[in-house]
Structures are given as structure tokens and as C-alpha cells.
């Protein structure tokens, strides 16, 4: 881990993999939430999670080095092997045109692609790319897939994809290049609900077979 300046009013901190990344988001968090972290949420403005590190942004007036000792604390936290509480399920239609290549790819028949998927609890690593998308790790390495050689100039809104060790859902139509696995109704994205986004940072995921065809309606 290595914890950088960033600007006058923050630091970053740097780990090796998104894993690590968000086991130590899990742990600022449990830290803020303790007697130990008394006072610390207090002392910062914004926590924002990436792919390899971690943006902690101080409260206007709070001394970055105040920030400093209190991430020193900071115990990297197994968050989803422990994390308890609602898990936000998304009602899926397997047809998504990669399906094949997918199953391809990993060696598993369609079936078998969207039973792994359905079959794990993912959870929201970190948000980017546009507003409302998250970037979810799960619990099955045999959906590591690589991006589509050529990315589509429209995905629609709701596909479900797959790119490297992520899952994903377009909460809008835009271009894009992950694998396509579905499709879901289910909104993601709405500028007057609060929060707009359904796929926070820490927020855990179930894919949800409702038909289509390659599941049959079974998970």
C-alpha cells in the first residue's frame, strides 16, 4: 500500500488489486463506525473507491495530516466474506448476444455461464465509466472474461456484461465493450430518486434468472 498526496485537501491511496482496494474501503469504513474512529467520519468529506486505490478527501479545514493518522488505523477488512444484510437482486433475461462467446471463453455451456453468474453474491467494487454504473466483483473466477475484441457503438440501456474480472449493468444506452450475458428491467439510474444510483460502492448484487433463452427460468 502507498498513501500519496493529492492536492491540499486529500490523499490516495494505492494498493495492488481491486480486492485489496476494496478489503481497505471495508476497513475505513468498520474503523469510522467504531469507538477507535470516533470523530474521523467528521474529518472527511468524500471516500471514493477505484479499480486500485482509494481517494480520501478531507473536510474543508481539517489538516491532511489529521487524515494521515487516522488512515494509519486503517485494518483491511475481508468485506465480502463477512458482510451481512440486504443483497439488491436483479432480475436478469439471459439472451444477451456474447452469451456463446462467453460460454466459449470459459469452457462452461450457456447453462452453465448463467448458473455461475446467478449463483454468487457480487458486490460493487467502485463506480465509473457513466453515472449509475458499477463495477462488480464476484465470487467466481470462471467468468473472467476479456473485453470484446471490437466495442459496440450502442449497448442499450440494462445490458448485462461481463469484462475482465467485473459485471456490470448499462444504466443508459452508450457505446461499450464488455461481453453481453442479458438484459434487465430494472432502472439503475435516476436523477429523482435518492440516492440516483442503485449500484453504490459496497452495495451486493444477485443476478436473478426470470426467463430467457438460455436459463429456462431457473437460477
Given at each position: 500500500m502507498r498513501v500519496r498526496a493529492y492536492g491540499d485537501r486529500a490523499v490516495l491511496v494505492e494498493l495492488a488489486t481491486t480486492q485489496e482496494a476494496v478489503d481497505w474501503a471495508a476497513g475505513l469504513e468498520t474503523l469510522l463506525g467504531s469507538a477507535a474512529g470516533a470523530g474521523g467520519a467528521e474529518q472527511l468529506e468524500q471516500v471514493v473507491p477505484a479499480a486500485r486505490s482509494v481517494l480520501v478527501v478531507a473536510r474543508d479545514g481539517v489538516p491532511v495530516v489529521?487524515?494521515?493518522?487516522?488512515?494509519?488505523?486503517?485494518?483491511?477488512?475481508?468485506?465480502?466474506?463477512?458482510?451481512?444484510g440486504d443483497v439488491l437482486e436483479v432480475p436478469t433475461v439471459y439472451d444477451g448476444e456474447d452469451l456463446a462467446d462467453v460460454a466459449?471463453?470459459?469452457?462452461?455451456?450457456?447453462?452453465?455461464?448463467?448458473?455461475?453468474?446467478?449463483?454468487?453474491?457480487?458486490?460493487?467494487?467502485?463506480?465509473?465509466?457513466?453515472?449509475?454504473?458499477?463495477?462488480?466483483?464476484g465470487e467466481d473466477d470462471r467468468l473472467h472474461v476479456p473485453r470484446r475484441d471490437e466495442p459496440r457503438t450502442r449497448?442499450?440501456?440494462?445490458?448485462?456484461?461481463?469484462?475482465?474480472?467485473?459485471?456490470?449493468?448499462?444504466?443508459?444506452?452508450?457505446?461499450?465493450?464488455?461481453?453481453?450475458?442479458?438484459?434487465?428491467?430494472?432502472?439503475?439510474?435516476?436523477?429523482?430518486?435518492?440516492?440516483?444510483?442503485?449500484?453504490?460502492?459496497?452495495?451486493?448484487?444477485?443476478?436473478?434468472?426470470?426467463?430467457?433463452?438460455?436459463?429456462?427460468?431457473?437460477?
Open positions: 489529521e487524515v494521515r493518522r487516522l488512515l494509519d488505523r486503517v485494518e483491511p477488512r475481508p468485506a465480502a466474506a463477512s458482510d451481512e466459449s471463453l470459459t469452457g462452461l455451456t450457456e447453462e452453465q455461464v448463467v448458473a455461475a453468474h446467478t449463483g454468487q453474491t457480487w458486490r460493487v467494487a467502485f463506480a465509473g465509466f457513466a453515472p449509475g454504473f458499477g463495477y462488480l466483483l449497448v442499450p440501456e440494462g445490458s448485462v456484461g461481463l469484462a475482465g474480472a467485473y459485471s456490470g449493468v448499462y444504466p443508459t444506452a452508450s457505446p461499450g465493450g464488455w461481453q453481453l450475458l442479458g438484459r434487465t428491467d430494472l432502472v439503475l439510474w435516476d436523477v429523482d430518486r435518492d440516492p440516483p444510483a442503485l449500484l453504490r460502492p459496497g452495495v451486493r448484487v444477485r443476478f436473478v434468472d426470470v426467463g430467457g433463452a438460455a436459463g429456462g427460468g431457473g437460477a
